[in-house]
Structure formats: structure tokens, C-alpha cells
């Protein structure tokens, strides 16, 4: 695996629509995230806590972390201190928490809502109708540290590209609904829509996808049994 030429092969792919780059990082170490880092790479994702924390020490602090895995709210205090953007925000509860750790620390936590677009169960994530009512939740207006900033989805496993097309599709009009809502909260902008990973992210660019998450196709399979 070169990484970092695969990380140029990316950003060139990426840079005619302004795309963002979020190398996935997690179960790799540090020394392989580093290559990345030397290639320019400066948005990493990873989706445990504690992975992230113990990454976060031993990096360069200019490093912005992305939190992309589903977030237990007892552990949100861990990250609070320097997360740059949690992609996987899929209840009020977990919001009410940001908001409480983010007011801790002085920091306004920028966040995405997660939104089920996908036909598989397992996936977390609002359905169009929650997030519709969530826009309208008093309680939101409260939550002065917690600055939502736009939407992340993940598309069906699948093969059919059609369908993939269909689900990001469908994530990005959603997306522009809410944009161009004018009674949003000050707690919700729309700026970033998160989608693609390295099986679909061509289609999330054709889409509309601002931020892709990508790890095998820069550092290659995932070797799970440690
Ligand atoms: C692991 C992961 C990715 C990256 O997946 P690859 O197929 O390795 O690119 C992207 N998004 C989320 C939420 C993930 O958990």
C-alpha cells in the first residue's frame, strides 16, 4: 500500500468539486496514520472513543478528528475536549449531552445528524420525519454548544449502483429542503453533507457529497482480529 499515493490519487479525483478528504483511520496505528498525515492528509475519522483519545495524545495537535461511529452519550465527555465534528449524532439525548460537555469546555461542538437513507436495519439514523420534527424541537434552541452543521448518511451494502445513486440522491434533496428552510434554529445550518466511502464514493461526489470518508482505498483492508 503506497498511502500516499493514494492519498494524491484522491485529492485529485476530489478537487474539481471541492470535495473533502476524511482519511478513516480507525483500527490502524499511529505510524500508518503519520504516512498519511506526511501526505497532507489532516482530517482523520475513526469510530471508537478510546481510539480516537489515544490517537489524539500521540498526533500533532493540528489534526482535526472526526467522530463517525455511533457515540454512547457516557462517553461523549472523552472527546469533548477536542473533537471537530461528530458525523453520527442520531438522538436529541446524545445532542443534550454534547451540549453539556461542549458548555464544560468552552466549545461549541460542530455535528451532523445522521440520517437513516439506507434499507438496511442495522444502520443508525433519523428518518426524514424525525428530522423534520427535530427542526422544530424547543429543546434544540437550548443547546447553545452544539452547532449543527449539515447531514451524514450511509448507503445500502450493495452492488447496485443504481440504488446507491437513489439513497444519496435522496440525502442531498433532503439536505437542500432543509437548506433553504427558513425557520431553521440558529443551532442548524446546512454546509455539509456527508457521504461516500470506498466502495461508493463516486457516486456520493456525483451526488453532492461535500465530505467523503475513506479508508480502505487509502490504507487498505482492515485486519480486525487484534
Ligand atoms: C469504516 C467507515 C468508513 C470507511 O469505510 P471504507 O469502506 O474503508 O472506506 C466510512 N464511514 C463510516 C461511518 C465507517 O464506519
Not at 455511533?70 to 438522538?91: G, T
Request: glycine share 6%.
Amino acid at each position: 500500500m503506497n498511502i500516499a499515493e493514494n492519498v494524491q490519487q484522491l485529492q485529485q479525483e476530489l478537487a474539481p468539486s471541492e470535495c473533502k478528504l476524511i482519511a478513516v483511520s480507525k483500527t490502524k496505528p499511529v505510524s500508518t496514520l503519520m504516512d498519511a498525515y506526511e501526505a497532507g492528509v489532516r482530517d482523520f475519522g475513526e469510530n471508537k472513543v478510546q481510539e480516537m483519545v489515544e490517537k489524539y495524545e500521540q498526533m500533532p495537535k493540528d489534526i482535526r478528528w472526526h467522530m463517525i461511529g455511533h457515540l454512547q452519550r457516557n462517553k461523549v465527555k472523552n472527546i469533548a475536549p477536542f473533537v471537530h465534528l461528530i458525523h453520527s449524532v442520531d438522538s436529541i439525548r446524545l445532542m443534550e449531552e454534547i451540549n453539556k460537555q461542549g458548555a464544560k469546555h468552552h466549545r461549541v461542538i460542530s455535528c451532523l445528524l445522521q440520517a437513516h437513507i439506507s434499507e438496511e436495519e442495522s444502520k443508525f439514523g433519523f428518518t426524514d420525519e424525525e428530522i423534520f420534527r427535530l427542526i422544530r424541537d424547543e429543546t434544540i434552541q437550548h443547546l447553545k454548544y452544539v452547532q449543527v452543521v449539515g447531514l451524514m448518511g450511509m448507503a445500502s451494502f450493495t452492488s447496485d449502483e443504481a440504488k446507491v445513486h437513489k439513497e444519496f440522491e435522496h440525502l442531498k434533496l433532503l439536505f437542500d429542503a432543509l437548506k433553504y428552510n427558513d425557520d431553521l434554529p440558529d443551532q442548524i445550518r446546512m454546509e455539509e453533507v456527508s457521504m461516500g466511502m470506498s466502495g461508493d464514493y463516486r457516486i456520493a461526489i456525483e451526488e453532492g457529497s461535500t465530505m467523503v470518508r475513506i479508508g480502505t482505498s487509502i490504507f487498505g483492508e482492515r485486519n480486525y482480529q487484534k
